[in-house]
């Protein structure tokens, strides 16, 4: 296959955690990096942040880069709302239009690999750097926390729609819970172990009930030297 592919329930799930009004411009973009043989997608507009990697290997590694999200209504809705198996991300230098800029023409297949639509999506300007999303993210990959939560509901209603659309039903659990040393509450989707998340602010109230949570190893802090 040609160019990057990124599955298309990924860029979806992640697309509930951008703020098109955030004030730091480097967020309002979804991030896609290279990680163990896969796309990763990651969003966050510093209060919630959601991940999810794409199911399927893509080979060879490739430069991350952030998505304008000003540029990425069509892409977002069609992944959104329509059966997305993938959309393939290739380099445009002929729309190359300001330095630091790059260009990608997008495809979005179904699951036999026709496609369904095109277009063309910029990424965010190089000097707008993406933070670090791993340092939010606890180095074990299990502790035992307080699972007692209080979550703003603007977030939790986003994150409600993010899982409704990476698993098309209406009515999935989720986990939500603690981590340690005030770090923000990780999100889980039972049986889906390529998407998750984190929502600040968590506090504790039930210090005597505790509960384990796990983070994926592609998530983990320590795990990010093939990141690119």
Not at 39 to 60: E, I, K, N, Q, W
Not at 63 to 92: G, M, N, P, Q, Y
Not at 124 to 137: I, K
Not at 163 to 177: A, D, I, Q, W
Request: with cysteine; charged share 25%.
């Amino acid at each position: 296959m040609k160019g990057i592919h990124v599955e298309g329930r990924a860029l979806a799930f992640v697309s509930y955690g951008v703020d098109s009004r955030c004030v730091r411009e480097n967020l309002r973009g979804i991030r896609v990096e290279y990680h163990g043989g896969r796309a990763v997608c990651v969003a966050t507009d510093g209060a919630m942040m959601l991940y999810a990697r794409s199911s399927f290997l893509c080979d060879p590694a490739f430069e991350a880069f952030t998505l304008d999200w000003s540029k990425t209504a069509r892409l977002i809705h069609i992944c959104r709302e329509w059966d997305v198996r993938s959309v393939s991300f290739e380099a445009d230098p002929a729309l190359d239009r300001a330095p630091g800029t790059r260009w990608f023409v997008w495809e979005a297949l179904d699951r036999t690999g026709t496609s369904m639509e095109r277009g063309f999506v910029s990424a965010l300007p190089a000097e707008r750097e993406f933070p670090n999303w791993r340092d939010v993210l606890a180095e074990k990959a299990r502790a035992e926390v307080c699972p007692w939560l209080e979550i703003p509901t603007k977030q939790l209603a986003r994150a409600s729609h993010a899982v409704r659309s990476y698993t098309k039903e209406g009515n999935f659990p989720v986990r939500l819970t603690a981590q340690p040393a005030g770090l923000p509450a990780v999100l889980e989707i039972p049986l889906c172990p390529d998407a998750g998340g984190v929502i600040m602010p968590n506090r504790g109230r039930d210090p005597g009930s505790e509960h384990s949570f796990v983070i994926p190893e592609w998530a983990m802090p320590a795990m990010e030297g093939d990141t690119k």
